[in-house]
């Protein structure tokens, strides 16, 4: 008779989770995967839903969806972290939600379209 198969294991975190060693291993994915104009928002203080917002853009559609897929097995090795995304099927602008850090990863066109750093930065400063 054969053994049973062990239970697939949780992913064990690596590093402890903050919000400073997210946005590092946020950014660090980002730069591995070649992503472009890669901006740090600081939301403290502007809203509760997030501490920063990092906004970044991938050459297509295909490596938008790369990117972005990256990312959140990225996250979920190091700090066993489940996140939410949005938008990976069409590969124009993902959504991912790590809690403290929201990542927005864009085809540079409908990133041009929405200008999120404008909605978000303080004046003067895009």
């Known amino acids: 008779m054969k053994e049973a ?8 975190p690596t590093k402890p989770l903050t919000s400073e060693t997210l946005l590092e291993e946020v950014i660090a994915s980002l730069t591995d995967d070649k992503a472009e104009e890669v ?11 997030a ?19 990256k990312l959140v097995q990225r996250l979920k090795d190091v700090f066993g972290l ?6 990976k099927d069409t590969g124009d602008w ?3 939600d790590a809690g403290d ?10 990133r041009d379209f929405y200008q999120l750093e404008k909605m978000w930065m303080p004046a003067g400063s895009v």
Do not use: C, N, W, Y
């Not at 198969?5 to 064990?12: H, S």
């Not at 501490?51 to 897929?69: K, L, T």
């Not at 850090?101 to 409908?110: A, K, L, S, T, W």
């Open 94 to 96: 993902v959504l991912i």
């Open 39 to 49: 901006v740090t928002i600081d939301l403290r203080g502007k809203t509760q839903m």
């Open 51 to 69: 501490d920063q917002m990092v906004i970044a853009s991938g050459r297509s559609s295909r490596q938008v969806a790369a990117i972005s897929e």
């Open 5 to 12: 198969a062990p239970m697939a294991q949780m992913a064990r």
């Open 82 to 87: 489940s996140t939410r995304s949005e938008g």
């Open 101 to 110: 850090v929201i990542v927005h990863v864009f085809r540079p066109e409908v």
